[in-house]
């Protein structure tokens, strides 16, 4: 069957993740496996508006999906957010022969895309951000290698923690979804998780904890503190005043966005690169990419932006008792 576009754009835009080079180079190797010719487009929709825009081979992807980052680097766009970029977007798009566009990034990507989509764009969206925060999967490029990042840095944390008696508030990403500080809080056993969707302020709980666990003979208190939440100095600074016990805040901040991807990102990465590229193959437009109930699967990128999405409740339950 002959493909319905014949030269594919690939762009990386808002926070990056680890195993966006995973999904770059599976868009371009599959691209150029069917014949289509791929142009890489540098700084998202930034370098879109600047015709930052290259042919790329298979050649200039390799060596890459082991590395964090993009190779495309990443930016966000005041300008694409008017009416006036957008359009201006879809002709530079035309002006350069791109008659599909794979856009990897979070919320605000998808929007751009969509913005695309309505000017005549054929445009597929993977899911690119580390924070899981996109209502239409259960999978975003980068949350797997976050969360181990994140994970291995709080063993590390809790063990000076322990040491030293002292109660620990520790800050992940995530914007203003909880899902990085639920996992993290469940796989490194914290005593106390603070989610955006589900903190009801009541600093006071978490003090009488501290001070019932201190009683029962815990040397340490680990607290994960969701991004979204914040303000974790301050916190800490009313804790150790109220319990008398030694508190630290530890924000880890942009290191959870960097590293060599896990094998879980590079493939599923891989995985929805490849379909981005067959659903424009087959003429397919407005859709985004997904991973859902175990299967990787695609759909209409304005449903998927109306989608909602919430912690799963029985993992925060589970994550109480344990
Ligand atoms: O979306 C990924 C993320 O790292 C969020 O967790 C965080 O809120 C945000 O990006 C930070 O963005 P910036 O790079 O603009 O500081």
Redesign the pocket.
């Known amino acids: 069957m002959e493909n319905a576009v014949k030269t594919i754009g690939v762009l990386t835009s808002?926070?990056d993740a680890p195993g966006m080079n995973a999904a770059i180079r599976a868009v371009v190797r599959a691209g150029v496996a069917k014949g289509i010719r791929v142009m890489g487009i540098r700084r998202g929709y930034a370098g879109l508006l600047n015709e930052e825009i290259e042919e790329m081979t298979s050649r200039s992807v390799s060596e890459i999906i082991q590395k964090g980052g993009t190779i495309l680097y990443t930016a966000?766009s005041e300008e694409f957010r008017s009416p006036e970029g957008q359009k201006l977007g879809a002709e530079i798009c035309r002006k350069h022969g791109i008659d599909g566009l794979v856009v990897i990034g979070?919320d605000g990507s998808y929007k751009g895309a969509a913005a695309l989509a309505k000017h005549g764009i054929t445009t597929v969206g993977i899911p690119g951000?580390?924070?899981l925060d996109i209502a239409s999967t259960d999978y975003t490029i980068g949350f797997d290698t976050a969360v181990n990042t994140a994970m291995e840095a709080i063993d590390k944390i809790r063990d000076t923690s322990t040491s030293h008696e002292r109660c620990s508030i520790i800050e992940v990403?995530?914007?203003n979804a909880g899902y990085i500080a639920l996992w993290c809080g469940i796989a490194n056993g914290a005593e106390d998780i603070l989610l955006p969707e589900r903190y009801d302020y009541n600093e006071q709980a978490i003090i009488n904890h501290i001070i019932e666990k201190r009683k029962n003979g815990k040397s340490h208190h680990i607290i994960i503190n969701a991004?979204g939440i914040g303000h974790s100095t301050s916190m800490a600074r009313r804790i150790e005043a109220a319990t008398g016990i030694e508190t630290r805040a530890s924000i880890l901040g942009y290191m959870q966005?960097g590293g060599r991807p896990t094998c879980r990102d590079r493939v599923y990465a891989s995985v929805m690169g490849a379909k981005a590229v067959d659903i424009l193959a087959e003429g397919r437009g407005s859709r985004v990419v997904s991973y859902r109930d175990g299967v990787f699967t695609d759909y209409d990128i304005f449903e998927a932006m109306e989608m909602q999405k919430d912690i799963p409740e029985d993992q925060y339950r589970i994550s109480k008792i344990l």
């Open positions: 808002g926070g966000r979070g951000p580390i924070d990403m995530g914007r991004e966005r």
